[in-house]
């Protein structure tokens, strides 16, 4: 039950909380308007119109309570949009300097053009490039009275320089530190090429035996995959050709969907030396017998090349003190495969080779010649190698690359020549910094026919240009 | 929505500085397209033919110049027939800037 005085001293602290003089003043006239015109027994009558008011007034108050809040609202949304206009102008400002800055780059760019004009067209008639390599090694053994001890190094410049579209110059030299402290300087190849048509070039001078593959393409140290060579493709004294003097014509061409390559040439031809020939090219012949050889290939699928080589020429012995040397003939008949796709790299390469029974010296110095019976040698290697990027995607581990290779060298015959005999294991890994940029390290295990075997270790770096 | 006006001006201006890196190289350097076909060519018998030997060369280490010449010798080193190799080249050439 309300108590109507209670009720109105109420409602009149509101109001004036609220500072709502209109509605005060509207209560007091009320009052006064009941008093003045009504006698007390008819006050309880007036009741309704004073709650009537009562209500009016309450809602008077809300309105002018939401009308304060809203005038907050007003302002706090005033205050956001100058906050927003000032970060609109500072945008504006900042576009406006990028903008000056991209077309100050512009007018440099401009400049620099034309100060710096774009090279001529490439259509000089003498074009020259140098390339090659250059490589350092390690290697240690456990052979009696070996030392460990850094390699020769060497430097392998190519000098290229071609005439126009159909003749190129290739000169490879070979320069060397020795281990007595000298300096060593051969040359490996020095042609001229005449590009005769799409398929056919033609050289002339000292070039590189196309027979078998490590000699003619694997063997520069940044290709061939371990630090070493294989047994018997030497540089001095191997079973593989490397060089020879005189023309020589190859080229490339397709054969239905496959593709096919040959190479034959005419030179010099080897000469007799104490381990058996010396297949090198030498800057004339010491009979008018000349050698001739070559190799075909095929690709019977895109990745998988298969060689065939072969090599005939007439040796004459070496000339003794005294004594009557004889001639011989000399026939080379060799195989090899590549298969290289993705990150495999599998190859190898047989050479089986034959020198007739000969008279000849072995050293210039002997007094008589020695009767050579006919001597075979059979000399072959298979290598795989895999780049661990084909499983691994860390960007160290993917340059690295395992190689294993096996290789051997048997002589029958003549038992000097059978001291080059050997039987190698190598396993290596290699690290490729760049294509033409890689670290080398391998283990070897030599096993000789009448010698202990050989454990040895190798190091190299190589880095083509 | 709202977008910051700092990173828009940092693109701006990045953008500003890297093409006056890039310009003059591509201004000096300007060249032909090569025919599609022969590019696609090239690009298959650069991966086919130099891998079989050593690794294949990335087109980026030599120039134009160089790579006329170093094409040709390796199309007699490794009896690449003329087509290919006119192939290969166009392909290294157009793919070294």
């Known amino acids: 039950m309300r108590i109507w005085p209670q009720q109105t001293d109420r409602s009149h602290s509101d109001i004036r909380d609220a500072r709502s003089a209109p509605a005060v003043k509207a209560i007091g006239l009320a009052f006064a308007a009941f008093g003045l015109s009504q006698p007390l027994p008819a006050l309880a009558q007036t009741q309704p119109s004073i709650a009537d008011l009562e209500r009016r007034v309450e809602a008077l108050e809300a309105q002018v309570r939401q009308a304060a809040q809203a005038e907050q609202e007003l302002q706090a949304l005033k205050a956001e949009l100058a906050e927003v206009k000032g970060r609109t102008a500072k945008a504006e400002s900042d576009a406006s300097q990028a903008q000056s800055t991209a077309n100050q780059a512009q007018s440099d760019v401009t400049r620099v053009a034309a100060v710096n004009p774009a090279p001529p067209d490439d259509n000089s008639l003498i074009r020259f490039q140098l390339t090659g390599s250059v490589v350092a090694d390690f290697s240690a053994n456990d052979a009696p009275g070996s030392h460990s001890s850094f390699g020769e190094a060497k430097f392998l410049p190519i000098f290229l320089a071609s005439y126009g579209d159909r003749l190129l110059f290739e000169g490879h030299m070979e320069v060397s530190s020795t281990s007595d402290g000298e300096t060593d300087t051969s040359l490996e190849y020095a042609q001229l090429d005449f590009l005769v048509n799409k398929w056919l070039t033609v050289t002339a001078g000292k070039f590189l035996t196309p027979v078998g593959q490590f000699q003619q393409s694997l063997h520069t140290p940044w290709i061939n995959k371990l630090p070493t060579r294989p047994v018997g493709f030497v540089e001095d004294g191997g079973d593989e050709p490397l060089s020879d003097i005189g023309v020589m014509v190859r080229g490339g061409f397709p054969v239905g969907s496959m593709k096919a390559t040959y190479a034959a040439f005419v030179g010099n031809g080897p000469r007799m030396g104490d381990a058996g020939p010396v297949l090198e090219g030498f800057g004339g012949d010491d009979n008018s017998d000349k050698a001739f050889g070559g190799r075909v290939s095929i690709f019977p699928i895109p990745h998988l090349e298969l060689g065939l080589s072969g090599m005939h020429a007439r040796i004459k012995g070496l000339e003794a003190v005294s004594g009557t040397v004889s001639q011989a003939d000399y026939a080379l008949i060799g195989g090899d495969f590549a298969f290289t796709k993705g990150y495999w790299d599998i190859r190898g390469e047989y050479i089986h080779s034959r020198l007739d029974a000969i008279a000849s010296a072995l050293t210039p110095d002997d007094l008589l010649p020695t009767d050579i019976p006919r001597t075979t040698w059979n000399n072959w290697y298979v290598q795989a190698a895999y780049r661990l990027a084909g499983i691994f995607d860390n960007p160290i581990v993917a340059k690295i690359e395992p190689v294993v290779r096996y290789s051997q060298l048997r002589v029958n015959g003549f038992s000097d020549f059978q001291e080059n005999e050997e039987k190698r294991w190598s396993v290596g890994l290699d690290y490729w910094f760049a294509p033409s940029l890689v670290a080398k390290i391998a283990y070897e295990n030599s096993n000789f026919p009448e010698d202990p075997s050989v454990n040895s270790f190798h190091a190299q770096v190589a880095f083509g240009f | ?97």
């Open chain 2, 1 to 97: 929505m709202k977008i910051s006006p700092l990173p828009l001006a940092a693109l701006v201006l990045a953008f500003s500085l890297g093409f006056s890196q890039l310009a003059p190289a591509q201004s000096a350097d300007r060249k032909a397209e090569p025919d599609p076909r022969q590019f696609a060519r090239g690009a298959k018998a650069w991966a086919d033919n130099c891998g079989r030997c050593h690794n294949i060369r990335d087109p980026k280490e030599y120039s134009d110049r160089s790579w006329n010449v170093i094409v040709k010798h390796m199309r007699v080193r490794a009896n690449i027939s003329g087509d290919t190799a006119d192939d290969i080249a166009a392909f290294l050439k157009a793919s070294n800037n």
